[in-house]
C-alpha cells in the first residue's frame, strides 16, 4: 500500500534561517507531488507542484522554493525564513488515472518562524 | 485564488442530526471532491463525484453537484462526535489528465462540531 512521509511535525525557526522540509512517499511511482501551506482556520493554497524528478512549477511568488532530486522524494526550502512563512505544511500525491485525481496528504508540518 | 466556498463557515449540531454544507465553484471542473481535516492532521480524501453525476454516497455521505449553479452539498447523516472535524471541497480541473496535472483547488473549508 502506498504511504506519505513528512517531517518533522513541528518546527520552530528564527526569522531568517534557513529552512528544509521532507517529503517521501512510498509504494508508487512517478507520483504528483504537491506542497501547500494552510493559515489557520483557512483553505488549503498550492505553492508547487511537480510532475517528475527535476520538474517543479510555483504557483505563487514567496521566499520559499520546492526540489524534486528522486522519483518519490519532494522537499520544500528556504534560505532565510520571514515571518510570514508560518503556517502549516502539507506534502501531497496523486496519481492520475480516469481523470480521477485523489490526493493523500503527509500528517503536516507545523512551522512557527519568531 | 480559491476556487471553492464552502457555506457554512461552521457548524455546530447534536449527536445523531444530519449535517450539510455546500460549497460552490467558479471554473469548470472535472469532478468534485470533500475532504475531511482532523485538527492538526493532513486532509483525508472522502468522495469523489465527477462532473455527468448528480448524486453519490458512502456509508454515511451523501454528495450532490448541480454543475449549472456550480454547487455541490455534502451531508453526513446521523452524525458523531467523531466527525466533528474541518470539511473541504476541491474542485479538479477539466483537463485532468492534461495540463492541470492533476491540480485541485480548495475551499475554505467547513468546521463542523458534533455534540455528544
Known amino acids: 500500500s502506498q504511504t506519505i512521509h513528512q517531517w518533522p511535525a513541528t518546527l520552530v525557526q528564527p526569522v531568517g534561517s534557513p529552512l528544509s522540509l521532507e517529503c517521501t512517499v512510498e509504494g508508487t511511482s512517478n507520483p504528483n507531488l504537491y506542497w501547500y501551506r494552510q493559515a489557520a482556520g483557512r483553505g488549503l493554497q498550492l505553492l508547487f507542484y511537480s510532475v517528475g524528478i527535476g520538474q517543479i512549477s510555483s504557483e505563487v511568488p514567496q521566499n520559499l522554493s520546492a526540489s524534486r532530486p528522486q522519483d518519490r522524494q519532494f522537499i520544500l526550502s528556504s534560505k532565510k525564513l520571514l515571518l510570514s512563512d508560518s503556517g502549516f505544511y502539507l506534502c501531497?500525491?496523486?496519481?492520475?488515472?480516469?481523470?480521477?485525481?485523489?490526493?493523500?496528504f503527509g500528517a503536516g508540518t507545523r512551522l512557527s518562524v519568531l | 485564488s480559491q476556487q471553492g466556498e464552502e457555506d457554512p463557515q461552521a457548524l455546530s449540531i447534536q449527536e445523531g442530526e444530519n449535517a450539510t454544507m455546500n460549497c460552490s465553484y467558479k471554473?469548470?471542473?472535472?469532478?468534485l471532491q470533500w475532504y475531511r481535516q482532523n485538527s492538526g492532521r493532513g486532509l483525508v480524501h472522502l468522495i469523489l463525484?465527477?462532473?455527468?453525476?448528480r448524486e453519490k454516497h458512502s456509508g454515511r455521505l451523501r454528495v450532490t453537484l448541480d454543475t449549472s449553479k456550480k454547487s455541490s452539498s455534502l451531508l453526513i447523516t446521523a452524525s458523531r462526535a467523531a466527525d466533528t472535524a474541518s470539511y473541504f471541497c476541491?474542485?479538479?480541473?477539466?483537463?485532468?489528465?492534461?495540463?492541470?496535472?492533476?491540480?485541485?483547488?480548495f475551499g475554505q473549508g467547513t468546521i463542523l462540531t458534533v455534540h455528544p
Open positions: 463525484i465527477r462532473s455527468n453525476e
Open positions: 471554473t469548470s471542473i472535472n469532478n
Open positions: 476541491a474542485g479538479g480541473a477539466a483537463n485532468a489528465g492534461g495540463t492541470s496535472y492533476g491540480k485541485l483547488t
Open positions: 501531497a500525491w496523486s496519481v492520475l488515472a480516469m481523470y480521477k485525481n485523489i490526493q493523500y
